[in-house]
């Protein structure tokens, strides 16, 4: 057979199923050339019309029509599934691009990639669309993190000192080799390696690495959380810059740093958090007021007046973006002298708070509030469980030793209820979950999961939290400044309308046009499965079925809470949107709401 005659047939073998992947044996088979010199020709053939572009050779090391010049491409992150296949999100409100194992060109988890459609799926139906990875533009995974291993009984090729262990599922169809060209580990110690070349067809399933730093052996205590930190590049230490700027922070609130605030110290008031908190960042207060309201006093640390724009310290929290809690530890965002000093609201100890106060009726109304900078004194560090053995168990001993702070506990849970009841009768979505944590040794191996059922106590701190980050919401729109809000929209009528669907098989009933989905609506389905085997399920079904939460500098409202306004304020040592909330507000209060004082934030504000 002529080669040119040859190249057309196989064109046709591969225009005949586009998207399938075709090795060489198979394609002589399917040719029926088989004698004996006519397989080389074949892969003559199959070079010459992968030099012209007409087919391309995958990762699995087969053979595939090559991409359409004139076909629609996209560029989105990919997914991978440790199966093999992967999806593209190419845009969050669209549906993702679902990618099989032969399509993803050795695309890694996170990757930006280019991808062209292969079937358009059908929304109605809830089909996604199915494409394919056409180029990778850039890859998310420069460094893994894993142990060091040499099988004495593998051949491995030149400039190969062993083979890594990466315990990341995504990542578990690669092989990982170290090259000879960095540091030279011994088995059992975890290392921190680049990669210095990823799979491509010509060597699929190989990641090459270099190793750069050695950070223990695998025997280690606290090593598996030490590995996890490494790999998404959590910075475990502060710069010397920042360290050397702390350094004239005091310990204690000075004279100076009390003028312009209102003097609280003579309040009492209490931080409640769980036992093992150090970065206490909200202390409350709550009394009735003679004409039947409630007096709130939600007091959060002042951060805002340690951590000021273009320092450092500012710099630093900015890239970190919030504390990171792991299973035995905490990278916070900001220095322990400041986290867990002079910023952490410990009590008896005067420290400074941006204050927000709020008069409440017994409808659950905010009538009046006031937000203002602040020196205060936490009467008592309190803990969940003792709250709730005094509001739940009535325990005797901690009444007696909480004696004058018992009325003001009785305000707080009579409070709450009223929050909780106007919560409710709006609409707000209230997701009934046990937390669990994870209980170590001292070798940092786990011995127990203890599963946490949130008492009277922590439903009623996130009672006074909302009001305070809903009030100061409020107050910022209303003024009509640049802003942060914590917006929550609306959930995609087709991800409700697949929900509804799963609701139909169990004979669940709703009312309403899902075009005008009220929180109220989910929140009835909830109470209606309240209880029953499939609430679980229904609970996670609903819970996937919503957008997620995230910030805007627009006020759309929170559709899970149910709430018109919503910001994030109560906790600025762990979170930075919360400082910088806090920058806001302290900055409209000193320079007024004019154009010039609009102008510090409104370019800001997207990023």
Known sequence: MEKEQLKADLMA???????????????VDELQMTKAGQFKFVVKALADLEHEHKITLNQNGAFTLAEDKTKPKFEGVFHANDRGFGFVTIDPEEQDFFINPTQTKSALNGDTVEVEMVTPGDPEKGIRPEGKVTAIKEHALTQVVGAFEVNDEE?????????MHIKDKKLSMYRFMVEDTGLHPVPGEVILADISAYPDPHLPGIIKVVAIKTIGNVNDPGMDILEIVYQHNIPTAFPEDVLEQIKDIPDEVTP?????????????LVTIDSIESKDLDDAVNVWQLPNGN????VHIADVSHYVTPGTPLDREAFERGTSVYLTD????????KLSNGICSLNPHVERLAMTCEMEITPQGEVVAHEIFPSVIKSTERMTYVAIN???????AKLKERYADLVPMFQDMKALHK???KMRKKRGAIEFEDTEAKIIVDEQGHPVDIQLRERGTSERMVESFMLAANETVAKHFNDLHVPFLYRIHEKPKDEKIKSFYEVLASFGIEVHGKIADLEPKVLQQILKKVAGKPEEPMISTLMLRSMQQAKYSDQPLGHFGLAAVDYTHFTSPIRRYPDLMVHRMARYYRENGIGKDAQAEFINKLPE
């Open 389 to 395: 053995k005094i509001l739940e168990s009535d325990d």
């Open 329 to 336: 530890r905490v990278i916070p965002m900001l220095p322990p």
């Open 294 to 297: 409630y007096h709130l006093g």
């Open 13 to 27: 073998r591969f225009m005949a199923s586009a998207t399938d992947e075709f090795t060489v044996q198979q394609l």
């Open 256 to 268: 100076a740093e009390k003028e312009g605030r209102r003097d609280l110290t003579d309040q009492k």
């Open 155 to 163: 051949q491995l090729p030149k400039g190969i000192l062993g083979t």
């Open 418 to 420: 009223i929050l909780l």
